[in-house]
């Protein structure tokens, strides 16, 4: 990159960081403080503003309330801060043009705030910020200010700001979260491995539903199971011999267990277990470069197949009836995506919302996708502009505005990424109104993840660093808008050598209490967990497909209570299931897709524990009663 | 009795006190008086007269001379043997606290706070305190530590001597006591900070009265009170000081305000920093106060507003003008709160009208004149709130029936103030009236206000301690004793100064302590299931489920493994509740060892032969079920022992008796249980022993609906034949009142009536008198209702849940769309009650209803029993969970 473009990117990164403020998430007003205390809410479309910022603006739609003008005028020099105004008009040329209007004479439950008072003021949302607008004559509004302490109240999109709306407006128990409401409780110290740790990930090795912690490490990867009181190492009892720089865990022999796909650095072997439990060794290698590794399911009778993500054309290996591997490319022909920078992972899943899992290549400037026609197979690549970034990087999908579409997030060594799923392959970078995340998170992190952690069902995202800054977990106050949980970060500092950073880190119920908590490799190769500290009783949904799954997945899974859905998620075998704390009891519905299948659902109650549901057990049950 | 004096041509609408003590009836017969005794010592002083009186005694000299010798030794004794300086007192504790303001701060709520001591809520006068010569306290006690800092007054016509004493809270001893420099009757209130106590000095008729500056340290350690420094003014001072860092401020009657240094100057004189002049700032009688570096105080006649000034040079920095006279402002929160009216300690509006009239007559002011000034002199009080920031009147309130003459006390979002109409009102800090206490007297000073309750006193002798939620009265004294003081709240006990009577320490820290009782349906007549004062939180949410099915999936879920049959009764963290459970019908008690949040354990089943339908009723000993619905053969009543569910004993209970049962108490144990046990009346048990219980009466009712109301020796039933009231002695029948129509509820006591439900709405009887009953028309009405404070609630038949003004017979709230077969339950000023798939939140103060939990057929199920509410859990049957407890939600 040049130096000039260089220095656009950093002007306009400060002027994204500036713009989007330092907004502390604010308790006394919230979104439904904001919606509750209004006498009007309308959307308008900017038509034009002229040369002396008069904005002239359509009122499209009366949302809440009365409001009789059809247009409205916005004198956006009106205020003392005339760059406030400018900034406006900038905003508005780049192309934001719609926004939302909140009229009300607004007051905060604390000390401190906004414009407030008895006298009625105008909220307007627009481009991701607020302007604070007077009454002005007729239909006019005079602006006052660019308001960045109202980003505590919401900071995000003006999209997502409307859908908020609508939530609260419909929904009597409404929650918008202020903070994350929990915490870790006591660590627990659960190995030390020498030499380098790639990462670590929960497994369901035994199909019980719970999660045994994975570490892959450059001498030798580890498992560790909870036997209830302490973690053992069980790698050996597992005849785990691997040592993976990549992996992948699936059925790829249709045991009825998921074996380990491993990525060494040198050659890629698929470590197929004894039924007793212990490794039999390699079964089969390949070579070449390996950048990630997943599974899908290739219609191969229930045995998953294994995507490689290479340099080129991902790699696609399946198990013949023999038990032998074959390879082939996802796709042939010239590569197309040799300009679009260093080449990363792939994910598979349902990207484009039709039931069918798709595959997205990811490199540092772009992405292929990969449109799938047909379960496990795929039609030619498609360019988009959905890049990683550069250097070391993780990949995660979310659907983190609960809208049935998966969204991507994308973290790298010079910047994140938040892709909006817009539907129809269509993805666009939100990353600046997403809330905290836009602000807090700092480039560098090498590893991301999806969870619904903090008993809401709302899908947070995990961020671990490589670069000696510690994890970040952000918890979602829904509609794609993250928090900071500040606490957590300040629980991990009672590790003094966790100062230092860490190699990986994930969350996962490794203890079996029915919470996520977070497992952490330091970088002087401790690894420790800290469970979710739970005060009664744990509660929530974890789904799950069994180890004999006649299906590899992913399969789609949603979870909703009442109205409120708690976002799409993909579920794969091998996988610990998808885990919903819940704060709340209560029936909650689940339902799922297998890939080209129909829509199943199931009726839960949440009482006092966490209820399981194995869905290709559910499936097969009502397959019976057919 | 009164000085008042008119000023250039104005009646003196003051807010302070102008008093005299006792001789004003001499005064018509002074002349003479001196003249008699004039001549009689002229004439003793004559010669010839003295010489014959020096003989006389002289011959009598063996009795004259050892009466005058035991004469002058009672004399001597007197002063010698009757000790008069400090008595046994206790080590000085907490002497580095302050009270540096007028009823202890900004907030006026007069309370030490921060203590572990619950608030007084029982007991009589502790100790009083006098000297002996001294023993009326018209100012507000200050409190610091162990000391009880008060002046005093004694002035009466030929006599005008004040003190101020440092009083040893915990004996009644005196520690020291001022009385120097001819120190005169005061109405002020000290305030201590540190080494220093500064009071003001006089009453209002003294022209030059003075502040006074004590060295606190040095009194203690001589027994005596040791002046600092002294500063005369020129007009009369019954303000009270605030102490801001080094200075204290005070206001100075019609020489303004005065702010003069703690630190005497080098000579030991008091130094003035600044003086705001009384011709621009007069009659300051109010307390001043500093908060956030700003002072404030309000004005009295002739300009009346509310001042805000810099406390380092008196600079005024803004003013609220105002229609009255203010009294002492309170501040929290960034809002002053003052009360302002017409009137003062002697003369109400009324008066003063009068007074204006006679004098404006006298010089020749037109009718039409009169009229108008007269207009501005009506009774009445209001009370503004002026927001601090934007120096402007947030609200103004205005229906109190008369002036105030105390300041507010401000405790969280409410206001409490009095009034000379005899009223302590309680608002919210938005303005909204929410409740008052008739104290049937003038209160003539603030409240004080601690952690659970609020103290009046009334301008007659009363103190009541009020619940600061509902108002409701726990406890009164009666001094008979007239007092213009203002209670303070400390370590368990109130301490308050009387008009003659000295001053006092009194009641003891909580409650008196009863038996626990659980007295039937609810927690008894009138009552909604919600017995421990808790409030009902903002939200709820499932907590746990005793006996539901274990099925999760709710699709195959099947009923609940255990069907709850009878609202629960609780006694501390137990419940005991009428349960079928795998074909066995019983009681089940359940223990939720001190966590409601944890679901509880089943400490005992009691089997019984027939559904347990009824409530329980419990003791800290006992438990009460009746066995069987009506019409059921082989009913009984059983008593069995609550820890051990060992049986007791058992009484049967006629086959179409309601079975319905009341326990009540008497001398802080349960000592009786009324029960509808046969189809034609009730019967009266003792159950004070452990033994079978004796049978004290039978009384001849007639079928009855619900369980008896019993108020004192009153019991009164509803039945048939109309309402019922019977002598709990004796079990005599004292009236009967016919119902126009049969009774649909049970009887209900609320203050001096008892209600009822019938097809017409609520009617409601003197308990008394029997006069015309007073009428809530609002239709036919089910299950039961709720009587607290003033309000009734029901729920008619037609879903509506209705609250009502018992004193007005009118209806304040109509709430649609209610489970007519679940009551509310009432706490405080908020209803919580059943409606379609949820339990709804609906607060009386601002009359907002909301969503508080979702509670569906599906989950936790249908509602089988009327909720309780303890420690804000609310628990209930359904069909598909069992017992369902709904903890509150988090952040609620």
């Known amino acids: 990159m040049s130096m000039i473009r260089k220095l656009v990117v950093s002007v306009a990164l400060v002027a994204l960081v500036c713009s989007s403020a330092w907004a502390f998430i604010n308790p006394n007003f919230t979104p439904i403080d904001l919606v509750k205390q209004s006498d009007v809410i309308v959307t308008v479309e900017i038509k034009n503003v002229d040369k002396d ?63 407030g008072g008895n006298e009625a003021k105008g909220f307007l949302h ?42 609260v407006r419909s929904d009597p128990e409404a929650t918008v979260p202020v903070r994350e409401g929990m915490e870790w409780g006591k660590e627990i110290q659960v190995g030390k491995i020498e030499g380098k740790i790639y990462a670590t990930a929960g497994i369901d090795l035994e199909g019980k539903g719970k999660a045994d912690l994975f570490v892959a490490a450059e001498k030798g990867d580890h498992l560790f199971r909870w036997n209830g009181k302490a973690f053992e190492d069980i790698s050996e009892k597992v005849g785990l011999k691997s040592k993976s720089q990549q992996f992948a865990w699936g059925d790829f022999y249709g045991e009825g267990r998921p074996v380990l796909a491993s990525w060494d650095g040198k050659a890629l072997a698929i470590f197929r277990t004894g039924k007793d439990g212990t490794a039999v060794g390699t079964v089969s290698s390949i070579s070449g470069s390996c950048l990630g590794l997943t599974t899908f399911d290739g219609g191969n009778k229930g045995r998953a197949t294994l995507l490689v993500s290479t340099n080129g054309w991902p790699v696609v290996i399946s198990t013949a009836s023999d038990g032998n591997l074959q390879t082939k490319p996802l796709a042939t022909g010239e590569f197309p995506g040799k300009d679009l920078g260093a080449a990363g992972e792939s994910v598979v899943a349902d990207l484009d919302g039709d039931a069918v899992p798709d595959v997205m290549q990811f490199f540092s400037r772009g992405a292929l996708f990969y449109k799938g026609t047909k379960p496990g197979e795929f039609a030619a690549p498609v360019k988009m ?87 970040q977990v952000y918890f979602n106050r829904g509609f794609r808008s993250f928090g900071l949980c500040r606490s957590l970060e300040k629980q991990l500092s009672v590790l003094k050598q966790a100062d230092a950073g860490e190699q990986a880190g994930c969350l996962g119920d490794f203890s079996g209490e029915g919470a996520l908590g977070q497992a952490l490799a330091l970088v002087n190769g401790e690894i420790w967990f800290f469970p979710q500290k739970i005060e009664e009783t744990a509660r929530g949904v974890v789904v799950s497909l069994s180890p004999a799954s006649p299906n590899a997945g992913p399969v789609m899974v949603w979870v909703a209570r009442d109205k409120r859905s708690f976002g799409v998620a993909p579920l794969r075998v091998g996988e610990p299931g998808l885990l919903y704390s819940l704060i709340e009891a209560g029936p909650v519905t689940v339902k799922w897709q297998f890939p080209g299948g129909e829509v199943q659902q199931k009726e839960v109650t949440v009482k006092d524990k966490v209820v399981r549901v194995v869905i290709d057990k559910v499936a097969a049950k009502a397959a019976e009663k057919k | 009795m009164d000085f008042l004096s008119a000023t250039d041509g104005t009646a003196t609408v003051g807010v302070v006190p102008i008093l005299v003590g006792p001789a004003q009836a001499l005064l018509a017969a002074l002349p003479g008086i001196l003249v008699a005794l004039g001549t009689l010592i002229v004439t003793m002083f004559k010669p010839t007269t003295m010489k014959r009186l020096a003989q006389l005694l002289w011959s009598q000299k063996l009795i004259v001379i050892p009466i005058v010798l035991v004469v002058a030794g009672l004399i001597y004794g007197w002063e010698v043997l ?121 009453l209002h008729e003294t022209m030059d009265s003075r502040v006074f500056c004590l060295d606190i340290e040095q009194s203690e350690k001589k027994h005596q009170g040791v002046k600092l420094w002294d500063y005369r003014t020129t007009s009369h001072m019954e303000s009270s000081p605030c102490i801001d860092k ?116 006298k010089n020749g002011k037109s009718p039409a004149e009169i009229e108008a000034a007269l207009a501005e002199l009506k009774t009445g009080g209001e009370v503004w709130c002026i927001d601090l920031a934007k120096h402007t009147v947030d609200w103004k309130y205005k229906e109190i029936g008369d002036t105030m003459l105390g300041p507010p006390a401000v405790d969280g979002e409410r206001v409490y103030l009095g009034s000379r109409d005899g009223n302590l009102y309680c608002l919210s800090t938005s303005g909204q009236f929410i409740r008052k206490f008739n104290a049937h007297g003038p209160i003539d000073a603030g409240p004080a206000v601690g952690n659970k309750y609020v103290y009046v006193l009334t301008g007659n002798g009363v103190l009541y301690g009020l619940d600061k939620i509902t108002l409701a009265a726990v406890w009164n004294v009666n001094f008979n004793c007239p007092s213009f003081s203002s209670p303070t709240v400390a370590d368990g006990h109130v301490y308050l100064g009387t008009n003659g009577g000295g001053l006092l320490c009194v009641g003891e820290p909580g409650v008196e302590k009863t038996e626990a009782i659980w007295a039937g349906a609810l927690g008894g007549a009138g009552k909604s299931g919600a017995m421990d004062g808790s409030l009902v939180p903002t939200g709820g949410t499932y907590g746990w489920g005793v006996g539901s099915s274990d099925e999760e999936d709710s699709e195959t879920a099947s009923a609940s493994a255990v069907v709850v049959q009878s609202p629960a009764a609780c006694i501390g963290d137990t419940f005991y509740v009428g349960v079928q459970e795998s074909g066995l019908c019983g009681v089940a008690a359940l223990s939720c060892s001190g966590n409601l949040d944890r679901k509880p354990e089943q400490r005992w089943f009691a089997a019984t032969k027939l559904p347990v339908t009824i409530s329980p009723a419990a003791t800290e000993r006992f438990v009460f079920f009746a066995e069987g619905r009506v019409g059921d053969k082989g009913r009984a009543l059983r008593c069995v022992d609550r820890k051990t569910k060992a049986n007791v004993w058992s009484r049967a209970i006629a086959d179409e008796a309601t079975g319905e049962f009341v326990i009540t108490a008497e001398k802080l144990v349960a000592d009786r249980l009324i029960i509808a046990d046969t189809a034609t009346g009730l019967t009266c048990l003792d159950i004070s022993g452990a033994k079978e219980p004796k049978e004290l009466w039978k009384a001849e009712t007639g079928s009855s609906v619900g369980a008896p109301a019993v108020s004192g020796d009153l019991v009164v039933v509803a039945a048939i034949q109309g309402l019922q009231a019977i002598d709990r002695a004796n079990g005599k029948i004292l009236w009967t009142e016919k119902l126009p129509s049969p009774p649909l509820t049970g009887a209900v006591i609320l203050g001096d009536r008892v209600w009822v439900g019938t097809a017409e709405g609520l009617r409601g009887y003197s308990l008394v008198q029997g006069e015309a009953p007073r009428v809530v028309d609002c239709g036919p009405v089910t299950g039961r209702i709720i009587a607290d404070g003033e309000r009734l609630v029901c729920v008619t038949a037609s879903g509506e849940l209705i609250v009502a003004d018992a004193e007005k017979g009118t209806i304040a709230a109509r709430l649609p769309g209610v489970n007519t077969s679940v009551g509310p339950i009432l706490a405080g000023d908020t209803l919580l009650y059943a409606a379609k798939d949820s339990l709804v939140r609906y607060d009386l103060r601002t009359k907002q209803g909301a969503l508080w939990a979702k509670v569906t057929a599906t989950f936790p199920g249908l509602l089988t029993t009327p909720m309780i509410m303890v420690d804000s859990h609310v628990l209930f049957g359904t069909d598909k969970s069992g017992l369902v407890c709904m903890k509150p939600k988090k952040g609620s």
Not at chain 1, 440 to 465: E, H
């Open chain 2, 82 to 202: 009757v000790p008069h300086g400090p008595g046994k007192v206790s080590a000085l504790v907490g002497g580095d606290k302050s009270w540096a303001a007028y009823r202890g701060g900004a907030d006026r709520r007069a309370s030490v706070s921060g203590q572990s001591v619950e608030d007084p809520a029982h007991g009589k006068v502790n100790w009083s305190f006098s000297d002996g010569k001294i023993n009326t306290f018209y100012c507000a006690p200050a409190v610091v530590g162990n000391r009880i800092y008060v002046s005093a007054a004694r002035y009466e016509y030929f006599s005008d001597v004040g003190a101020i004493y440092s009083i040893d809270a915990d004996t009644g001893k005196m520690v020291w006591a001022f009385q120097g420099d001819k120190y005169r009757s005061t109405f002020s209130s000290p305030a201590v900070s540190g080494k220093y106590l500064v009071v003001g000095e006089g």
């Open chain 1, 53 to 115: 910022g008069l904005v002239t603006a359509t009122v499209t739609k009366v949302i809440q309330g009365k409001f009789e003008d059809k247009e409205i005028k916005i004198d956006l020099m009106a205020g003392v801060a005339e760059a406030d105004g400018k900034a406006v008009i900038d905003r508005i040329n780049d192309g934001n043009k719609v926004g939302v209007l909140f009229v009300g004479a607004f007051h905060e439950g604390g000390d401190g705030g906004a414009a």
């Open chain 1, 126 to 167: 627009l481009a991701g910020m607020w302007e604070i607008l007077s009454k002005g004559k007729g239909n006019g509004w005079d602006m006052e200010k660019t308001d960045d302490h109202m980003l505590g109240t919401w900071s995000g999109g003006t999209d997502m700001l409307l859908r908020v709306i609508d939530y």
């Open chain 2, 246 to 361: 080094d200075r204290a401020i005070i206001g100075a009657g019609d020489d303004g305000v005065l702010c003069l240094a703690l630190a005497p100057d080098k000579d030991g004189k008091a130094r003035k920093l600044w003086q705001l002049p009384g011709k621009d700032f007069p009659d300051c009688e109010s307390a001043p106060l500093v908060v956030d570096g700003k002072l404030y105080f309000g004005l009295g006649r002739e300009r009346h507003a509310i001042c805000c000034v810099d406390p380092k040079d008196g600079r005024l920095l803004w003013e609220v003008p105002t229609p009255f006279p203010t009294d002492s402002p309170a501040i929290a929160g960034g809002k002053l709160y003052v009360g302002m009216g017409v009137g003062d300690f002697v003369n109400d509006a009324a008066k003063l009208r009068g007074l204006k009239q006679e004098e404006m007559k």
């Open chain 1, 385 to 471: 502009g959905v890049g990683l970034g550069e250097g070391r990087h993780g990949v995660c999908v979310g659907d983190w505005e609960a809208s049935g579409l998966l969204d991507i997030f994308t973290c790298a060594e010079n910047r994140n990424h938040l892709w909006h799923n817009m539907g129809g392959g269509k993805f666009a970078e939100e990353i600046g109104k997403s809330g905290s995340v836009s602000y807090i998170a700092k480039p560098g992190a090498t590893f991301c993840q999806t969870v619904a952690f903090n008993g809401d069902g709302r899908q947070g995202l995990l961020m671990v660093y490589g670069n000696g800054m510690g994890p």
